[in-house]
């Protein structure tokens, strides 16, 4: 593939010194790199994942390779931000690369636009990628101290690109948070998931104490202080401690969704998908609707129970 080195024998690729050089003639000597430090430096960055000599390159640019396909078309990279954690970027060239962008791929939780022209180097694409890593760090120490210290029922397995987490702070109660990616201390949108009876009490203490909201703390820290709470902490309790099945198809998980319709009778509370809910409330002759809600009859109890359709059709 044009405008990427290919591998040699021992499995790693070098990008070639100028023309002038020894180096690229293929000096006999074992270790040219000594005495072409510089020349190869200043034209065009070492691409030595793991060898046994020395790269001759400033380490935060060393591209470290995770696979290739043979001709070159599509290029897996990964890196490691400041807090240690990996992050991979495939790269896809096209045909007419160099002259035409390839095309990345990265899991990042907003757009990842490279800037280039036809003569940048993959190196200059895989620059942008660690700046953009490094800029995205404090999302994602907010997020992992979210995942590690409190019981995330949504999503169950959160990718870096994730920005919402739904998280229990009850029996079948939880808060659904919406984190900005660029500046993730700040208040983030928030709903209530759960019986009106639990989760009213946390609005109003939400709007009376919103003042407290400091951005120099974790956002973890913020909701405590603001919410007047402890969430349920993962080395005490079990996720079966305040997450029930469904109560009318019998099962947490749906289609990737969980409850999170709850009954408010308090002696009562049990939870239901939206959408069995909505198959139940639209089967019951009594039931009735207006607008975007129906009304009728909780399955388990019989009490009144009302659901709000949400924007997504269920």
Same mark, same amino acid.
């Given at each position: /593939?044009?405008?990427?080195?290919?591998?040699?024998?021992?499995?790693?690729?070098?990008?070639?010194?100028?023309?002038?050089?020894? !180096?690229?003639?293929?000096?006999?000597?074992?270790?040219? *790199?000594?005495?072409?430090?510089?020349?190869?430096?200043?034209?065009?960055? $070492?691409? $030595?994942?793991?060898?046994?000599?020395?790269?001759? /390159?400033?380490?935060?640019?060393?591209?470290?390779?995770?696979?290739?396909d043979s001709c070159f078309s599509t290029i897996?990279?990964? +890196?490691?931000?400041?807090?240690?954690?990996?992050?991979?970027?495939?790269?896809?060239?096209?045909?007419?690369?160099?002259?035409?962008?390839?095309?990345?791929?990265?899991?990042?939780?907003?757009?990842?636009?490279?800037?280039?022209?036809?003569?940048?180097?993959?190196?200059?694409?895989?620059?942008?990628?660690?700046?953009?890593?490094?800029?995205?760090? !404090?999302? *994602?120490?907010?997020?992992?101290?979210?995942?590690?210290?409190? *019981?995330?029922?949504?999503?169950?397995?959160?990718?870096?690109?994730?920005?919402?987490?739904?998280?229990?702070?009850?029996?079948?109660?939880?808060?659904?948070?919406?984190?900005?990616?660029?500046?993730?201390? /700040?208040?983030?949108?928030?709903?209530?998931?759960?019986?009106?009876?639990?989760?009213?009490?946390?609005?109003?203490?939400?709007?009376?104490?919103?003042h407290l909201w400091d951005p120099e703390n974790?956002?973890?820290?913020?909701?405590?202080?603001?919410?007047?709470?402890?969430?349920? +902490?993962?080395?005490?309790?079990?996720?079966?401690?305040?997450? /029930?099945?469904?109560?009318?198809? =019998?099962?947490?998980?749906?289609?990737?969704?969980?409850?999170?319709?709850?009954?408010?009778?308090?002696? $009562?509370?049990?939870?239901?998908?939206?959408?069995?809910? =909505?198959? *139940?409330?639209?089967?019951?002759?009594?039931?009735?609707?207006?607008?975007?809600?129906?009304?009728?009859?909780?399955?388990?109890?019989?009490?009144?129970?009302?659901?709000?359709?949400?924007?997504?059709?269920?």
């Open positions: /593939m044009p405008g990427f080195p290919p591998l040699n024998a021992a499995g790693t690729a070098h990008v070639q010194c100028p023309s002038g050089s020894k !180096a690229s003639r293929g000096s006999k000597d074992r270790k040219p *790199w000594r005495k072409r430090k510089r020349a190869c430096c200043t034209s065009a960055p $070492c691409f $030595c994942p793991r060898t046994e000599r020395k790269p001759c /390159m400033k380490d935060s640019l060393r591209l470290r390779l995770v696979s290739a897996k990279l990964k +890196a490691e931000d400041a807090s240690g954690r990996e992050h991979l970027i495939t790269l896809k060239l096209k045909a007419k690369y160099p002259a035409e962008s390839p095309d990345c791929f990265v899991d990042f939780p907003v757009s990842f636009s490279v800037s280039r022209t036809p003569q940048s180097s993959i190196i200059s694409i895989y620059s942008q990628f660690l700046a953009a890593l490094e800029s995205f760090k !404090a999302f *994602w120490d907010v997020m992992d101290e979210i995942d590690e210290k409190t *019981w995330v029922l949504e999503p169950e397995k959160p990718t870096r690109s994730a920005t919402a987490r739904r998280i229990a702070v009850g029996h079948n109660a939880s808060i659904n948070i919406e984190v900005d990616p660029r500046h993730p201390t /700040m208040l983030p949108e928030c709903c209530f998931l759960g019986a009106d009876h639990v989760v009213k009490p946390l609005g109003i203490k939400l709007s009376r104490n919103i974790t956002l973890l820290q913020n909701l405590k202080d603001v919410l007047e709470i402890d969430f349920p +902490a993962r080395a005490i309790l079990e996720k079966s401690d305040f997450s /029930m099945d469904c109560g009318i198809c =019998y099962a947490f998980q749906l289609d990737g969704a969980i409850p999170d319709q709850v009954c408010d009778n308090p002696q $009562c509370g049990q939870p239901f998908h939206q959408i069995c809910l =909505y198959e *139940w409330l639209r089967g019951l002759q009594t039931s009735r609707q207006s607008f975007n809600i129906l009304f009728g009859e909780c399955p388990y109890c019989s009490k009144p129970i009302t659901l709000k359709m949400s924007g997504r059709k269920p």
